[in-house]
């Protein structure tokens, strides 16, 4: 039998880290005023990291036998927790902010711990997976010129196939430098038209060069040269032959200087002819896959119980092949059931009474879920942007109710500080657990239907004078009590209900609350041949 004492044994070493009698090693970290020493022993370093072996190697001591390391790169606060975790093998990341475990698990790659930054690599994906995708710029730049971070890479490029919009689309595509936005293009599945890659690759580009005017009618030849400069390594992978020839026109003629002559006669030239050869290389068009899971989009109809070859409008026989019986009767949603939707597609065609669960003219498409997104207001932008006629529903902490909005305006990433019009939107909140009745609310000024903030760390949906509204302060949703569905009461004029821009008010109160969770479906319309009403 053999007795393991390794808590002990850890305390020990942690506690020797602090003994600073017989130490023979200094490291200095930081830079300038942020710079800071810590001393250490060679035996440790040694046989805990490669990296301080190699170091050491090549470090003459003083006379005192002290050996001194200098590494500017890593802060004092990120080298005192590695420090830690090698003597004691501990590191407790509680109270670090995402950012800072982001750092340690970079810094603790370079200094050759790989069993602490796989560590971290998985702890990042599982459970800060929001952090991850809204901070795309800074994660993707640095993992791309590596060997290492696979999990990481491929949970990036898993986003860039299936949601290309979260990269295009957002703060941090602009600042990609020129290596990153070329591993983009190669890809052949991007799940994006083609026209919008022109368009995003032509604003990266003109992005590179502040000094172009707005209007391209106004450049110079030297303005255009410029442009090609830019742009001369992603030119070629961009599928100008896969693009309609009126779209060609309209948004590629404009810029035709950048091409060459040659390329932009093989473009017309194809588009007029597309069996005759051309001189320029024609890649294959991209191959779109399905972004989102089976069970994303669901119509109303119950799914039926045995399969046994019939296949409902929400599976195929190949995600059959691909799913367990417990993932193909995964529910719609975490919030709202088949009567809720039924009863949602009413009110969108403003019908009286309720479609019938087995007519009900729309399916329902999940577009964000924040147990499984997160949180973050950005993501909300981030993966909505684009996205019209949607249905936002929330789920209130500590409560049954269930509260949202339908908008069936584009929400827009770029319109951000503006009031939206629109008379078809409304807010509600539905029937569940002891809330007996569900409440509709038409927008009544249509002007200010909805506002898009430009404060998109802080605010997400936004319906009205936060009649309905998504708000926190800590950038989650599910945080703080940031969140409302504003009304004014007034007892001086008989107990009087006022809304600003919608009807009626959803809550019977005006407290600030915070979100267990929320959905975002894209309601799309059915074909079918008669919608009875009951």
């Not at 890809?187 to 604003?203: A, S, T």
């Not at 110079?220 to 742009?231: C, D, M, P």
């Not at 024609?282 to 046994?308: D, G």
Request: aromatic residues 12%.
């Amino acid at each position: 039998m053999a007795f393991k004492f390794f808590d002990k044994l850890s305390q020990d070493f942690s506690e020797l880290l602090n003994d600073k009698k017989e130490y023979n090693v200094i490291i200095e970290v930081g830079r300038k005023e942020n710079k800071k020493s810590f001393t250490a022993h060679s035996v440790f370093l040694r046989y805990r990291s490669p990296y301080f072996d190699k170091e050491l190697e090549n470090v003459t001591a003083n006379k005192n036998h002290i050996k001194t390391i200098i590494n500017q790169r890593t802060s004092a606060q990120i080298f005192e927790i590695i420090l830690k975790y090698i003597y004691s093998g501990n590191v407790n990341i509680e109270n670090i902010d995402t950012k800072t475990i982001y750092e340690l698990m970079f810094n603790a790659n370079e200094l050759e711990l790989k069993e602490l930054s796989r560590k971290l690599e998985s702890y990042l994906i599982e459970t800060k997976a929001s952090w991850l995708r809204t901070h795309f710029s800074l994660v993707y730049r640095s993992i791309f010129v590596s060997n290492e971070f696979k999990d990481l890479k491929k949970f990036y490029h898993d986003i860039i196939v299936k949601y290309p919009n979260l990269i295009f689309e957002s703060g941090d595509f602009i600042p990609l430098q020129r290596t990153e936005l070329i591993s983009i293009l190669k890809r052949d599945d991007l799940n994006v038209e083609e026209i919008k890659i022109w368009d995003y690759v032509l604003k990266w580009g003109i992005t590179q060069n502040p000094t172009l005017l707005a209007d391209s009618r106004e450049w110079s030849k030297e303005n255009f040269k410029a442009l090609k400069i830019t742009l001369r390594q992603c030119l070629p992978l961009i599928r100008f032959f896969h693009i309609p020839g009126e779209v060609i026109l309209e948004k590629v003629k404009p810029y035709k200087k950048i091409l060459g002559e040659q390329l932009w006669d093989d473009i017309i030239q194809h588009s007029i002819s597309p069996n005759k050869s051309v001189t320029s290389l024609i890649l294959p068009a991209r191959i779109v896959s399905n972004s989102e899971l089976p069970s994303r989009i669901v119509s109303t109809p119950e799914f039926p119980s045995r399969v046994n070859g019939l296949f409902s409008s929400v599976v195929n026989k190949e995600h059959v092949a691909e799913l367990s019986p417990s993932r193909v009767t995964k529910p719609f949603s975490n919030i709202i059931n088949k009567e809720h939707a039924a009863e949602l597609c009413s009110w969108i065609d403003r019908k009286s009474t309720f479609y019938s669960l087995e007519n009900s003219p729309y399916e329902f498409r999940l577009i964000l879920q924040g147990s499984r997104d997160g949180f973050h207001p950005k993501t909300f932008w981030n993966m909505c942007n684009g996205y019209a006629g949607t249905i936002v529903v929330a789920k209130v902490a500590g409560t049954d109710e269930i509260v949202g909005g339908y908008n069936p305006l584009a929400w827009d990433i770029s319109k951000g500080g503006r009031d939206m019009k629109t008379n078809d939107s409304f807010i509600f909140s539905l029937k569940n657990g002891n809330i007996q009745n569900s409440i509709l609310s038409q927008v009544k000024y249509s002007n200010k239907a909805l506002h898009y903030s430009n404060k998109q760390d802080i605010y997400g949906p936004w319906f009205g004078d936060s009649e309905f509204i998504m708000k926190s302060d800590v950038s989650d949703f599910t945080r703080d009590k940031r969140c409302q569905c504003n009304f004014i009461h007034s007892p001086l004029l008989g107990n009087l209900v006022f809304n600003f821009n919608y009807e009626k008010p959803i809550r019977k109160t005006n407290l600030l609350f915070s979100i267990v969770d929320y959905e975002v479906f894209k309601v799309i319309k059915k074909q079918l041949p008669n919608c009875s009403i009951r």
